[in-house]
């Protein structure tokens, strides 16, 4: 979901909430300057990216801090890749089943929240899984 939004190439690329990292070496196929940190606390020097990567990481924390790091750290005609799960059944079902009880944001939030700062430029969902969705700094 995530890549087949991206465009092919990127001069620099911040995978926010990379986890363990299994993004980086498809992203390092799309750009030379590829960063990953898992927290937002976690960036040492300001630098600003085309494109911003944000699996699994919007849901989580405050998401008002969340995007206005975005809003810092995105070009202006930069791109936010975003994917996360949606609010079926399933998708609580599993995550209680598997012991997870974090709080995390909705879809419906998650996308007012981008929509405030950035124009949505493609949305879809999987499955009823997962949402994915991109958007530009204009």
Same mark, same amino acid.
Request: proline share 2%; aromatic share 12%.
């Given at each position: 979901?995530? *890549?087949?939004?991206?465009?092919? &190439?990127?001069?620099?690329?911040? =995978?926010? $909430?990379?986890?363990?990292?299994? *993004?980086?070496?498809?992203?390092?196929?799309?750009?030379?300057?590829?960063?990953?940190? %898992? +927290?937002?606390? /976690? !960036?040492?020097?300001?630098? &600003?990216? =085309?494109?911003?990567?944000?699996?699994?990481?919007?849901?989580?924390?405050?998401? /008002?801090?969340? !995007?206005?790091?975005?809003?810092?750290? *995105?070009? +202006?005609?930069?791109?936010?890749?975003? @994917?996360?799960? !949606?609010?079926?059944?399933?998708?609580?079902?599993?995550?209680?089943?598997?012991?997870?009880?974090?709080? &995390?944001?909705?879809?419906? %939030?998650?996308?007012? @929240?981008?929509?405030?700062? *950035?124009?949505?430029?493609?949305?879809?969902?999987?499955? $009823?899984?997962?949402?994915?969705?991109?958007? &530009?700094?204009?």
């Amino acid at each position: 979901m995530i *890549l087949g939004l991206m465009r092919p &190439r990127y001069n620099s690329i911040l =995978d926010l $909430g990379t986890g363990s990292g299994i *993004l980086i070496p498809e992203l390092k196929s799309r750009s030379k300057h590829v960063i990953g940190i %898992n +927290n937002i606390s /976690e !960036m040492r020097q300001f630098e &600003r990216f =085309d494109c911003i990567v944000c699996g699994s990481f919007l849901e989580f924390g405050d998401l /008002e801090s969340n !995007m206005k790091f975005i809003d810092i750290y *995105l070009k +202006n005609y930069g791109d936010l890749i975003v @994917a996360s799960p !949606m609010d079926s059944w399933y998708v609580k079902l599993y995550f209680s089943l598997i012991g997870n009880y974090q709080r &995390r944001h909705s879809m419906l %939030n998650i996308k007012k @929240a981008v929509a405030k700062q *950035l124009l949505i430029t493609n949305e879809s969902t999987w499955k $009823g899984l997962y949402f994915s969705l991109k958007a &530009r700094k204009l």
